[in-house]
Nanobody
């Protein structure tokens, strides 16, 4: 089993930046894609970004495209999400997740089998 722990969330003013981290431990073989999702109260979980395990394919959702950069470090077993130009609508609980299937949509939450507990991001106006 894979364990995922997010960190780096907090309170930031509109226009500011945050860098989220996802630490990976346990069984890491068989991983295909790691992704970030977010969910605000009363709303559906939304795809933010994803990266394949080798780090050469990056995917971004429309909601934050151009304002986020996803990266990974196999040696450190860490996935990072740099977020810039944050808006109040970005306020949500941000999750990292693991996809093991080689088929299926990378932006669909039901394709991911392991999840962290999330880190809260709050953007004030």
């Amino acid at each position: 089993q894979v364990q995922l722990v997010e960190s780096g969330g907090g309170l930031v003013q509109a226009g500011g930046s945050l860098r989220l981290s996802c630490a990976v431990s346990g069984r890491t073989f068989g991983l295909y894609v790691m992704g970030w999702f977010r969910q605000a109260p009363g709303k559906e979980r939304q795809f933010v970004a994803a990266i394949n395990w080798s780090g050469d394919n990056l995917y971004y959702g429309d909601s934050m495209k151009g304002r986020v950069t996803i990266s990974g470090d196999n040696a450190q077993k860490m996935m990072l999400l740099q977020m810039n130009s944050l808006k109040p609508d970005d306020t949500a609980l941000y999750y990292c997740a693991v996809k093991t299937r080689t088929s299926g949509s990378y932006n669909s939450q039901d394709q991911y089998c392991s999840w962290g507990l999330g880190t809260q991001v709050t953007v004030s106006s």
